[in-house]
């Protein structure tokens, strides 16, 4: 979830379907997990692929634990 290109560690937060740069404190750190201990909130939901991509404010689908990333059809401009 960290964004890699970051000096202070960073992560997208998903609000209202809206991706949202936010900086984090990172505590503890072992095999490429971490601790967050300031940053975030309970139940906030963070980005956790593909996240070095998006950009601030950019619309995010947010797929539900078990579903399949395949299973998701694009939406088009025109199917709005």
Do not use: C, M
């Not at 290109?5 to 490429?32: C, H, L, M, Q, W």
């Not at 309970?42 to 619309?59: T, W």
């Amino acid at each position: 979830a960290l964004l890699a290109d970051e000096v202070t560690p960073n992560v997208f937060v998903v609000t209202d379907g809206v991706a949202k740069r936010r900086e984090i404190s990172v505590g503890y750190t072992s095999n490429g997990h971490f601790e967050v201990v300031d940053g975030l909130s309970p139940g906030e939901q963070v980005v956790v692929i593909g996240q070095n991509g998006l950009k601030q404010d950019a619309l995010v689908h947010v797929i539900p634990p078990g579903e399949s990333v395949a299973k998701i059809k694009p939406k088009k401009d025109d199917d709005e």
